[in-house]
């Protein structure tokens, strides 16, 4: 009997092994870029380990990987595009191993743009153009953008007649070649421009819905650094803040409040800010607070931040030699923000922070890849998603994508040698399933790129 139940566990344990570990085995995610990929598989969990090879056909590439029996997943880095690979899958318990699970796959040259991408020329700019977008209800969206003569340009799209219209904001001379610029929209029947004027101005130009647009000096000349970023929120319905860099290396916060007008303070002394390299990014998550990141002259980033009924206070959030170029930030829910900025070394760096938590931060992009003066920008279309957009070294513009149960991916927008390498970028989301994207090409024209995602996923 004794002997029986030994065979009986015997037979069992090499019927467990031999039992096909996986099914379903597919290949998704693949980022051409950096040349990363991940393979899924269906895993029943009955395994120890799970061991996963993959073989390049023309033996330009050999890996393989092990994990834990319940893992569902790999990732793999360093492949080509336009190869074809051999991936094998086999589970392990006690010492006995299940035949290998194959698949082949060859990886692809991305068409450009990629699926479910359109793209659309519009009119002519600055190959150094600043870009801003709002979108103030689902049907809508408005971009802007600052033409080669200093003219300023917007667009607007009528989902209804599904039509894009434009028109001359502000005509030539008004606007710094050179200028930043932001928008922002407090309320769905108002938005508001904010960008440079060649002597140093900060031009407000708004509209309200029934009324023209109209447009006013909202600090004097001399007040705005030439190349300085504009930062811009409305916190709620009745507040807006505007933040800018000086010629002297201080930043300016201007402020508005419904029912008492517009104020203003020196946010930050003169002579503490980059003006070579500075960043400057506000976000909002909650109507009581508000954060604003700056790039100061030992090129680390500062975290100042304001609660309701409190003092603005402030503290380094990334070390000195961290920063040299722009900087975005982004609240996806009013629990979480998420900061990016171009690192001394060309990468793109990721700072996040979650209620309660420490922050935190990651290598989103790695050295060389990413322009010191790219354009970046970033938005997020649902409470799980976000998207960065940046310019390579090879001119093209990339997406990373963040998805809350997928984590990081990255897409090529565009070909390389294609997108004017100081373009600014602009991007808005109108609806959780779409997005806009623009950029100046190597023509000196704004490209509209436009997603909509497949069958309401993104």
């Not at 922070?353 to 890849?369: A, N, T």
Request: with cysteine; proline share 5%; glycine share 8%.
């Amino acid at each position: 009997m004794k002997a029986l139940s030994v065979l009986l566990f015997l037979f069992l344990g090499l019927v467990s092994a031999a039992f096909p570990p996986v099914r379903d085995i597919y290949v998704a995610d693949w980022d051409e870029p950096n040349g990363h990929m991940y393979v899924y598989w269906t895993n029943g969990g009955r395994y120890s380990k799970i061991i996963v090879r993959v073989d390049a056909l023309d033996d330009s590439y050999h890996d393989q990987e092990e994990y834990l029996g319940e893992a569902t997943k790999a990732h793999f880095f360093g492949l080509k595009t336009s190869t074809q690979y051999k991936i094998s899958v086999e589970a392990g318990d006690k010492g006995d191993y299940s035949p290998w699970t194959t698949i082949y796959w060859t990886s692809p040259k991305a068409s450009m743009p990629p699926p479910y991408w359109t793209t659309r020329l519009t009119g002519p700019a600055s190959q150094t153009a600043a870009m801003a977008s709002v979108a103030r209800i689902p049907e809508t969206m408005e971009s802007w953008y600052i033409d080669e003569d200093g003219s300023v340009w917007g667009e607007w799209y009528d989902e209804g007649h599904n039509q894009w219209n434009r028109y001359q904001l502000a005509g030539p001379g008004s606007a710094s070649t050179r200028s930043g610029m932001a928008a922002v929209s407090r309320t769905s029947n108002r938005m508001e421009v904010f960008f440079t004027s060649p002597d140093g101005a900060l031009v407000d130009c708004w509209w309200t819905q029934g009324d023209y647009w109209k447009c006013e000096n909202r600090a004097p000349p001399g007040s705005v650094y030439d190349t300085s970023p504009i930062a811009a929120v409305a916190r709620d319905k009745d507040h807006v803040e505007v933040w800018f860099i000086t010629p002297g290396g201080g930043v300016m916060d201007y402020f508005y409040i419904e029912g008492k007008g517009w104020g203003s303070w020196q946010f930050i002394p003169e002579g503490v800010v980059s003006t070579s390299y500075g960043g400057l990014a506000a976000v909002s998550r909650a109507s009581n607070t508000i954060e604003v990141f700056v790039t100061r002259k030992d090129l680390s980033v500062r975290d100042h931040y304001w609660y309701d009924g409190q003092d603005w206070k402030d503290f380094e959030l990334a070390p000195p030699n961290s920063a040299s170029g722009n900087i975005r930030a982004v609240s996806r829910k009013s629990n979480t923000m998420e900061v990016w900025f171009v690192g001394v070394q060309g990468s793109l760096e990721d700072y996040y922070w979650y209620d309660d938590q420490p922050w935190k931060h990651f290598q989103l992009v790695g050295p060389g890849v990413v322009t010191g003066v790219t354009g970046l920008a970033a938005l997020s279309r649902s409470s799980d998603n976000m998207e960065v957009f940046y310019i390579a070294q090879d001119e093209s513009l990339r997406c990373a994508r963040f998805w809350e149960k997928g984590g990081w991916y990255h897409i090529t927008l565009s070909e390389a040698y294609t997108v004017s390498h100081a373009s600014g970028i602009g991007a808005v989301s109108r609806r959780s399933n779409t997005l806009d994207v623009y950029y100046v090409n190597k023509n000196n024209s704004v490209e509209d790129l436009s997603y909509t995602a497949p069958h309401n996923n993104w």
